[in-house]
């Protein structure tokens, strides 16, 4: 069993945790005194520990030193249109999933879904908590960091030097033609909404890679996905 803790409480001794993750031992996993458990800050450290006690309102539990995580790279990022519905919660927890670091939510010019600066803070706390949700469901110990950007111009702005993927479902070019494994340690992949990239996002991405998918035309959840899953096993990490 794997829950998260907030990085300053992690130390060896005695611990308590509330909330969702005694919720998740007492109530979903029904943990007992004497289970082991691996705590992570969701920041790179993890710590051995054992149930003491379980009461109605929380957990005990007696923690061994943390210990640090080596990262794995690259950091693989991915720029994710506003989805509507449901499918864009599922986009968030598959993306966690299958290894993406970090994810970056955009308003699409061609997105059917729209995020006002009144709703913006309480859906990407949403979006936070599924992406802690999957990561300790899958078993990963860092917590993919989830934000949002005004614009593509500020989500571009805002990345760092590496290598970058566009998707394009009419490009012919592959994974290993599109990404070189081993020559940068920070990955950006950005896929667009139901309707595609509008010309002028193109416009600014000329500096992206194109990279295609496969003959046929995948939803605007899925695709990200499946590229991160892509690049997790071209660069085995």
């Given at each position: ?129 599924i992406a802690q949700a999957a990561a300790r469901q899958s078993g990963r110990a860092q917590i993919p960091e989830v934000a949002s950007a005004e614009s593509l111009v500020a989500a571009l702005a ?11 479902p009419t490009s012919d070019t592959p994974l290993d033609a599109a990404l070189a494994p081993g020559t940068a340690s920070d990955v950006t992949v950005i896929s667009g909404p139901e309707g595609g ?41």
């Open positions: 069993m794997r829950i998260f803790v907030d990085p300053a409480a992690l130390s060896a001794g005695e611990l308590i945790v509330r909330g969702d993750e005694h919720h998740y031992l007492a109530r979903v996993r029904r943990a007992r005194p004497g289970d082991p458990v691996e705590l992570v800050d969701g920041a790179g450290r993890r710590a051995a520990a054992t149930i003491l006690r379980i009461t109605d309102g929380e957990t005990t539990l007696h923690a061994g030193p943390p210990e640090a995580i080596a990262a794995r790279p690259p950091l693989v990022r991915a720029l994710v249109p506003l989805i509507k519905g449901d499918r864009m919660d599922v986009c968030i927890e598959k993306l966690v999933e299958v290894g993406a670091d970090a994810i970056v939510v955009w308003p699409a010019a061609r997105s059917v879904a729209r995020l006002d600066d009144a709703r913006r803070d309480a859906r990407i706390a949403k979006y936070r908590a805002a990345l760092p030097d590496g290598q970058r993927l566009v998707l394009d990239l509008a010309p002028g996002e193109l416009d600014q991405l000329t500096s992206f890679t194109p990279l295609g998918l496969g003959p046929r035309v995948l939803r605007a959840e899925t695709a990200p996905v499946i590229a991160v899953a892509l690049i997790r096993a071209a660069t085995r990490s």
